[in-house]
C-alpha cells in the first residue's frame, strides 16, 4: 500500500511538473509579446518597413483557410478508412500490415511531408504554391492521427450495440451509423483535433507548398498563396532584421504572433471539448 502511494505521488509530480513547465512558456511568450498585441494587430496588414505599424490579419486568415481544408480533406477520409478498418476489413496479415504502416506514417518528420507535398501536389499536380497544396499536405500528415484515434473510439463501442441492431433487422450500414458512430464520436472528434492543432501549428509542410511572408492580398481561392501565422513566427523570430527593423523589435512580434496563434488553437480545442461533451451524454 506504502508503495503504491510512492508511486501515485511521483506520478503526480511529473504531471504537475509537465503541466507547470508548459504554463510557464505559454507565459513567457505572452509575456513577451504582450507590448505588440492589440486590435490594431490583429486587423491591419503587414508592413515590411514599419511592423509597429503591422499586422497580422492575413496571416490569420490564411492559417483559418487552411486548416479549414485540412479537416475537409482528412477528417472524412480518416473516419471512413476506420470505419472499413475496424467493421469491414478482415483479421489478417494485409490489414496488420496496413494498421502498422498508419501508425509508422504518424512518427514521420513534417519537413518529409513538406517535401511530399513539394513533389506531389506543388509540381506533379501543378497546384503551385498555393492554399490547396499546403492543405492536402496538411491532410497527409494529419489521417494517421484521425485513422488512429478514429479506429480506436470503433473498439470502445461494446459489441452487444452492433448484436442488438442486428437482432433488430438493421443492415450492417445502417448498424454502423446509428449504433456505433454516435458512441464512438467524442473520440473520433479528440482525435480529429489533435491532428488539426498540430497541422495548425506546422511550419516545415506549408514552407514547401505555399505560405509567404508578405503578401499584399487575402487569399481568394484555394489556388492563391498565403499568409500563415507559424510561418510567420519562424521568419520574425530567426530571419527577420534590417536597417530599419531590429531583430529585438522583431522577436517582439514573432511571441505576439504566436501568441494569437496558441489562443487560434485554444479556441479550437475548447470547442471540440464542448460538442464532445454534448455528445458524451449519449453514452450508454
Not at 61 to 74: E, K, M, R, Y
Not at 114 to 131: D, I, N, T
Amino acid at each position: 500500500m506504502r508503495g503504491g502511494s510512492i508511486v501515485f505521488l511521483l506520478l503526480r509530480l511529473i504531471a504537475t511538473s509537465v503541466v507547470a513547465f508548459l504554463l510557464f512558456v505559454i507565459l513567457f511568450i505572452v509575456l513577451k509579446g504582450s507590448p505588440a498585441l492589440s486590435i490594431k494587430f490583429l486587423t491591419s496588414e503587414w508592413n515590411l518597413r514599419n511592423i509597429s505599424d503591422a499586422g497580422v490579419y492575413p496571416a490569420i486568415v490564411g492559417t483559418l483557410f487552411v486548416t479549414v481544408l485540412t479537416a475537409i480533406f482528412s477528417i472524412p477520409l480518416g473516419v471512413a478508412a476506420a470505419i472499413f478498418l475496424n467493421e469491414y476489413a478482415k483479421s489478417n496479415i494485409t490489414v496488420r500490415l496496413i494498421r502498422m504502416a498508419i501508425r509508422n506514417l504518424a512518427g514521420v518528420p513534417s519537413v518529409i511531408y513538406g517535401l511530399f507535398g513539394l513533389a506531389a501536389f506543388v509540381y506533379f499536380l501543378g497546384f503551385r504554391e498555393s492554399v490547396i497544396s499546403a492543405s492536402l499536405t496538411l491532410a497527409v500528415m494529419t489521417l494517421p492521427w484521425v485513422i488512429t484515434s478514429s479506429e480506436e473510439a470503433l473498439k470502445g463501442v461494446p459489441d452487444g450495440f452492433r448484436h442488438a441492431s442486428y437482432a433488430l433487422g438493421a443492415t450492417k450500414w445502417q448498424t454502423i451509423k446509428s449504433a456505433v458512430l454516435p458512441y464512438a464520436f467524442p473520440g473520433v472528434i479528440t482525435g480529429s483535433v489533435i491532428g488539426l492543432a498540430r497541422a495548425m501549428g506546422e511550419t516545415a509542410p506549408i514552407l514547401f507548398t505555399g505560405a509567404f511572408f508578405f503578401l499584399g492580398r487575402l487569399p481568394t481561392s484555394p489556388f492563391s498563396p498565403f499568409m500563415s501565422l507559424p510561418f510567420h513566427t519562424f521568419i520574425l523570430s530567426t530571419q527577420y532584421g534590417s536597417s530599419y527593423v531590429p531583430s529585438t523589435i522583431a522577436k517582439i512580434y514573432a511571441a505576439a504572433t504566436a501568441t494569437v496563434l496558441i489562443f487560434l488553437v485554444f479556441i479550437m480545442i475548447t470547442a471540440a471539448t464542448i460538442i464532445r461533451l454534448r455528445f458524451r451524454k449519449r453514452r450508454w
